[in-house]
């Protein structure tokens, strides 16, 4: 396919139709092809029938022509990681400072009983931080994939004066927009999809790995789950001591510790008598 639009670029430069940057481009090989980027030339050039202004249809919007809509996606934020090699180290860097600066806090406020707890709070970190990355890449895979579309459509929906119309690309855009897709847009995209595809892996497996995880998590209950908790406590004194144990677990206690392990509304004449069980004197207190 690349060749076909090679050959057609180069008749194209032998017929005069490319701006110069293009047609030098056309007339070598295609290893020594310049990223597509080196043919959107400074604005500044325009008035010589170079940069961007050579490559845009007249009486169509400038600012919506997929040419154009390349040249600002280039300038965002983010969206400029995938046009080169450095893409997969910019990543690795916003995965260390989200996982130091946001993740790693928000966790540890879960997972504090080190280093019983460990692994349960790297693995919530990188739940977070993976999370993140997906929305992130998703977003450079959106918004790449839709200038791709833009370039390979034959036929483009416009807005202007509050009113869209569809309009057909010339054989020279067509050209020129299958240039720049397949030398710009195309390795940036396998890029991405390569990127994405890891962190979705990493996130499935972190979330796996803290749903079957056997240590115990606080939970939170409200309503008739919170009070058929209660009533077994007071009325269940193995599933009170069973529940005792998860929770020495949870802090991080040896086995041989159990025993000395009490709750503390131990300390408590109310609250032990509200809690109920070993005959009013509270649950696990005696």
């Known amino acids: 396919m690349f060749a076909q639009v090679f050959a057609q ?44 202004g050579a490559f845009l249809q007249r009486g169509l919007p400038k600012n919506q022509q997929p040419v154009r809509e390349v040249q600002n996606l280039r300038r965002e934020f983010l ?40 692994p349960e709070l790297l693995a919530a970190a990188h739940t ?24 390979k459509e034959r036929v483009s929906y416009y807005e202007q004066n509050q009113r869209g119309f569809l309009a057909k690309k010339d054989d020279e855009a067509v050209l020129r927009d299958r240039l720049i897709e397949k030398s710009e847009v195309a390795p940036a ?18 979330t796996a790995a803290l749903e079957i995880s056997d ?12 009070t058929r908790y209660t009533s077994q406590l007071r ?4 599933f009170a001591a069973a529940e005792q144990a998860k929770a020495r677990q949870r802090m991080g206690g ?10 503390l509304y131990c300390d408590s004449r109310y609250y032990k008598i509200l809690a109920g069980g070993n005959s009013q004197g509270g649950v696990g207190c005696n």
């Open 9 to 52: 670029a180069l008749a194209l430069a032998a017929a005069g139709y490319l701006p110069p940057d293009a047609r030098i481009a056309a007339s070598r090989p295609c290893s020594a092809l310049p990223r597509a980027g080196a043919i959107f030339a400074s604005e500044t050039r325009e008035a010589g029938g170079q940069g961007p």
């Open 79 to 118: 969206f400029d990681w995938p046009m080169d090699d450095g893409y997969t180290d910019k990543l690795k860097g916003l995965y260390g400072a989200t996982m130091l600066v946001v993740s790693l806090p928000i966790a540890f406020d879960t997972y504090r009983v080190l280093p019983a707890q460990l």
């Open 128 to 151: 977070g931080t993976a999370a993140f990355m997906v929305v992130a890449v998703l977003r450079l895979r959106l918004g790449w994939g839709f200038v791709q579309k833009r370039l």
């Open 189 to 206: 995209l396998r890029r991405i999809d390569r990127s994405l595809l890891p962190l979705l892996a990493s996130l499935l497996v972190s």
């Open 215 to 226: 240590v115990p998590v606080l939970r939170t209950l409200s309503g008739d789950s919170a």
């Open 235 to 238: 009325g269940d004194d193995e």
């Open 254 to 263: 040896g086995a041989g510790e159990q025993e000395n392990v009490k709750p």
